[in-house]
C-alpha cells in the first residue's frame, strides 16, 4: 500500500484553503481550528459521493480519489497535532512533578544533615 504523503507528492496535490491554494507540507503550519473547517470541507464533499458496497461499485473519478485522500491527509494531520499536543503536556506534568519530588528530595536531606552533631558534620567534610 503506498503511503499517502508519497501519494500526494506524486499527484503535486494541492488544497483550496480560505488562505489560498496550499501543499501538503503547508497544512502542518494552520492553525488547529483552520485544519478542521478544511477536514469539515472534505468531509462533507466526500460524504456527497454516497456509501458504496459491493452491489452499487461505482469507478470513483480522479477528482473524488483525490478529494477522499485530502480528507484522509487532513485527518491524519490533525490527529498527529493532537497526540503530539497530549504528549507534550504529559512531558510538563511529568516535569513539574519530578521537580516537586526532587525539591521535597533535597529539603529532606537538608532536614537530615541539619540533625547532626557538628562532629558528624566535621566527619562529612571533604
Known amino acids: 500500500m503506498t503511503n499517502i504523503f ?3 507528492a506524486r499527484e503535486k496535490l494541492r488544497f483550496e484553503t ?3 491554494t496550499l501543499s501538503v507540507e503547508s497544512l502542518w ?3 488547529k481550528e483552520d485544519l478542521i473547517d478544511l477536514e469539515d470541507h472534505y468531509a462533507a464533499i466526500v ?3 454516497g456509501k458504496q458496497n459491493r452491489r452499487n461499485r461505482v469507478d470513483r473519478t480522479r477528482e473524488q480519489e483525490l478529494n477522499e485522500l485530502r480528507s484522509t491527509i487532513v ?3 490533525i490527529d498527529t497535532k493532537e497526540a503530539e499536543a497530549t504528549a507534550a503536556a504529559n512531558a510538563a506534568d511529568i516535569k513539574r512533578h519530578n ?3 526532587m525539591d ?3 529539603q529532606k536531606q537538608q532536614d ?4 547532626l552533631t557538628i562532629e558528624q558534620l566535621e566527619a562529612l567534610l571533604k
Do not use: W
Open 6 to 8: 508519497e501519494k500526494a
Open 99 to 101: 521537580a516537586r519530588i
Open 47 to 49: 460524504e456527497a459521493y
Open 75 to 77: 485527518t491524519h494531520i
Open 18 to 20: 480560505a488562505k489560498g
Open 104 to 106: 521535597l528530595i533535597l
Open 112 to 115: 537530615q544533615l541539619a540533625g
Open 29 to 31: 503550519g494552520l492553525k
